[in-house]
């Protein structure tokens, strides 16, 4: 398995109750970051307490991960729908 492979399978297995994450890679990773659960658990909870925006960009040297928490007990907010990035590329 890749590292993208490994990475996506950690993401999958983790208990964040009532939100779907999704991630985009840019760069490649020579091993998966060993503080990516912390990040994504410390995200998670500045969702609950308040925190408005769904996306979050874990950086590391020339690599990043963006992920994005989609919840799935309510309808997606319009600016991070996946429409709009099909919609964007349509234009160019």
Request: hydrophobic fraction near 40%; charge should be positive.
């Amino acid at each position: 398995m890749s590292i993208d492979d490994l990475l996506f399978e950690k993401i999958a297995h983790l208990a964040i109750p009532h939100f779907f994450i999704t991630v985009e890679i840019g760069g490649i990773f020579d091993e998966i970051p060993s503080d990516i659960e912390s990040f994504i658990y410390e995200k998670h909870q500045k969702i609950l307490e308040g925190a408005t925006g769904r996306k979050f960009i874990y950086q590391k040297k020339d690599c990043k991960l963006i992920f994005t928490f989609f919840p799935t007990d309510k309808v997606v907010d319009e600016r991070y729908a996946l429409k709009n990035k099909v919609q964007i590329r349509r234009l160019r």
